[in-house]
């Protein structure tokens, strides 16, 4: 175990821990989760374990019952659909918001930096630490956008997403990058109206993506 010091970071190492088996298939979806046996297994006490449960069910990765344990969720085509509906109005907003930050005089070099460390990601062949890196683009654009409450509300779309990645971390990475230089470029010249609609594509060709790579992302089932 390397958890950071102090029981919030135990709790948020947890929450990874478990969610790096549910998005890589060791925990499949309708697994239950016991909490001692996962605490026999990290090392921990189940007082972590519990705490990060509802961060899990807010990452849409489990469901919780009352007096039952936790089960891993299914990814169903219904439900990307909908991530990707909410992200669709989401982004653009981030984006518009970021580009005006921008014209108002709010400087976009921590963006910039983000997108140059992508481009040296994808240059060196490294599609893990590329995805790592495509991820803090949006983080910087919601940051630059200077609106709190759309960074909570982003997160855990954020954590969905990255459960889908896991089978199209290899879709198309030269395309998406490319997405993000315009989109990019558009907020550093802030120009708001060309920044919406870049981000709106930018989700809608990635719900194309999503799509090609469904049925391997782990705990994919069909719709019934």
């Known amino acids: ?34 909490e001692r046996d996962l605490g026999a297994e990290l090392q921990v006490s ?9 961060m899990l069910e807010a990452a849409g990765l489990v469901s919780l019952s009352p007096r039952r344990p936790a089960v891993v969720t299914r990814v169903s085509r219904s439900g990307v659909n909908q991530l990707y509906d909410i992200r669709s109005a989401l982004e653009p907003l981030a984006a518009r918001r970021a580009a005006a930050a921008v014209a ?13 460390a992508a481009a040296g ?27 709190d409450l759309l960074g909570v509300l982003m997160d855990p779309l954020r954590e969905r ?15 998406r990058h490319a997405e993000h230089v315009s989109l990019v ?14 981000a709106y594509a930018h989700v809608e ?11 391997s992302v782990p705990g994919f089932e069909p719709d019934s």
């Open 1 to 34: 175990m390397t958890a950071g010091n102090g029981h919030s970071s135990l709790s948020r190492w947890v929450f990874e821990e478990i969610r790096d088996r549910i998005n890589d298939g060791r925990l499949a979806a309708g697994d239950s989760l016991s």
């Open 46 to 54: 189940r007082v972590p374990i519990r705490e990060a449960l509802p």
């Open 104 to 116: 108002s005089g709010k400087s976009p070099e921590r963006l910039s930096a983000a997108l140059r």
């Open 121 to 147: 990601a994808l240059a060196s062949g490294a599609l893990g630490d590329f995805h790592k890196q495509s991820g803090a683009v949006h983080s910087e654009i919601e940051q630059l956008c200077g609106n």
């Open 161 to 175: 997403s990255n459960r889908l990645n896991v089978a199209n971390i290899h879709q198309d990475p030269q395309a």
């Open 185 to 198: 470029e558009a907020i550093v010249q802030g120009d708001i109206d060309l920044a919406s609609s870049l």
């Open 205 to 215: 060709w990635g719900r194309r993506r999503t799509f090609k790579t469904l049925s």
